[in-house]
């Protein structure tokens, strides 16, 4: 199994990656928040499947995204694309914090997750992430979840519904950090409407 590759981007077009090692080509499925920049080395976590007919190449910057995406595979009737796609939509710290609190919420809100498909991913990796994991979503995303919950209680405090509020202010970009831009951006956003 390859479980890494180091070596230098070729080509990247949306979410596929060649990265060449030492001669040789790889072609890797990467998600969209893997930029590279083509002729620069970089060194991905890989996950390799082995099909009858095909073998396919993960890549994941992270090695957290890896981790969640091998949790992912332990669901029943989760693939490896459904995993990617399913990665693709989900915020990784907010996801291990919706899991780790049991709140099937978030990932209800995901297109393509069902209720009931959401409660049975919480349930089966409930006891597969280790608490040590709440240092890893003490991070940046802290701060911009901080600024989207402010956001939403200021919209219901203005008579906004609370669905209404929180739907607005979950769109809002993690790099606004100031309460007054990022109230001046939802309300905008919401006018557009």
Known sequence: MIRSLRGTVTQHEGETTLLEVCGV??????LPSFLPIVGEEFFLHTYMVVREDAMSLFGFSDRAELDMFELLLKIPK??????MQFLKQAQLTILKR??????????ERLSDISKKNAEKIVLALKGKIDITDIADIADENDAATNIRTEVAEALIALGYAPKEARDAARELPNDIADMQVAMRVTLAMIGKK
Do not use: F, Q, W
């Open 25 to 30: 080509g790889y072609r890797l499925t990467t």
């Open 78 to 83: 989760v693939g490896p694309k459904s995993a």
């Open 98 to 107: 919706a899991i780790l609190n049991e709140d099937p919420s978030y990932l």
